[in-house]
């Protein structure tokens, strides 16, 4: 069975960390400060699509938005839980949902029995936050899934051994007596007979 391998900045050749870090600067470039038809063009989307990432782009940048994942056992639509950092707010309990149109970002929710739905929302975000959080969450979430292979990849390749057969009597035979010390001392100490005046 072949495993897949990904190098990290330290173990790829120089050239290929020139070359990811020149088409990186190029996409900022593009992104950030070319002409929105050359940024259309060059992502393959139409004019709104390319106002709206370059709307989002700013914002992000103005507002250090930073979403941190943490990926869950999927509960129905519910696929992770994060953690979203907003310049200095840090704001937890966002939701990560896999919903018909993709994945996004529920805000945080407290129970709220006079509320539609039996919750109501602890923050809210405009549509152009929104749609930076939307981006970060598919990211921190695919980051998050990427580790949770690699732990599971690194746990299957490890070996346990297990200990001498010796070594697991003794274990157990000081469990035991620990467990027949431990009732014992829980034992109530047997009544004394005596004269009562």
Same mark, same amino acid.
Not at 49 to 54: C, I
């Given at each position: 069975?072949?495993r897949?391998?990904?190098?990290?900045?330290?173990?790829?050749?120089?050239?290929?960390?020139?070359?990811?870090?020149?088409?990186?600067d190029?996409?900022?470039?593009?992104?950030?400060?070319?002409?929105?038809?050359?940024?259309?063009?060059?992502?393959?989307? &139409?004019?709104?699509? +390319?106002?709206?990432?370059?709307?989002? #782009?700013?914002?992000? @940048? =103005?507002?250090?938005?930073? /979403?941190?994942?943490?990926?869950?056992?999927?509960?129905?639509?519910?696929?992770?839980?994060?953690?979203?950092k907003?310049?200095?707010?840090?704001?937890d309990?966002?939701?990560?949902?896999?919903?018909?149109?993709?994945?996004?970002?529920?805000?945080?929710?407290?129970?709220?029995?006079?509320a539609?739905?039996?919750?109501?929302?602890?923050?809210?975000?405009?549509?152009?936050?929104?749609?930076?959080?939307?981006s970060?969450?598919? &990211?921190?979430?695919? +980051?998050?899934?990427?580790?949770?292979? #690699?732990?599971?990849? @690194? =746990?299957?390749?490890?070996? /346990?051994?297990?200990k001498?057969?010796?070594?697991?009597?003794?274990?157990?035979?000081?469990?035991?007596?620990?467990?027949?010390?431990?009732?014992?001392?829980a034992?109530?100490?047997p009544?004394?007979?005596?004269?009562?005046?």
């Amino acid at each position: 069975m072949a495993r897949a391998t990904t190098k990290t900045t330290e173990q790829a050749a120089p050239a290929e960390v020139d070359a990811a870090q020149a088409a990186q600067d190029h996409d900022y470039y593009l992104l950030t400060e070319a002409p929105i038809a050359e940024m259309a063009e060059a992502f393959n989307m &139409d004019i709104d699509s +390319a106002v709206q990432a370059r709307v989002n #782009a700013a914002v992000e @940048a =103005a507002l250090g938005v930073e /979403v941190n994942v943490r990926a869950i056992e999927p509960r129905g639509k519910l696929i992770g839980l994060a953690e979203v950092k907003i310049g200095g707010l840090k704001v937890d309990d966002f939701k990560v949902f896999n919903g018909d149109e993709g994945l996004f970002l529920g805000p945080p929710s407290v129970r709220d029995s006079s509320a539609r739905g039996g919750f109501r929302r602890t923050a809210r975000a405009d549509n152009d936050l929104q749609e930076v959080l939307n981006s970060k969450a598919l &990211d921190g979430y695919n +980051a998050a899934r990427d580790k949770l292979v #690699a732990r599971a990849a @690194a =746990a299957q390749a490890m070996t /346990v051994k297990p200990k001498p057969i010796r070594e697991q009597m003794a274990e157990a035979g000081q469990e035991a007596a620990k467990a027949n010390a431990d009732r014992q001392a829980a034992r109530p100490a047997p009544a004394r007979a005596g004269n009562d005046r």
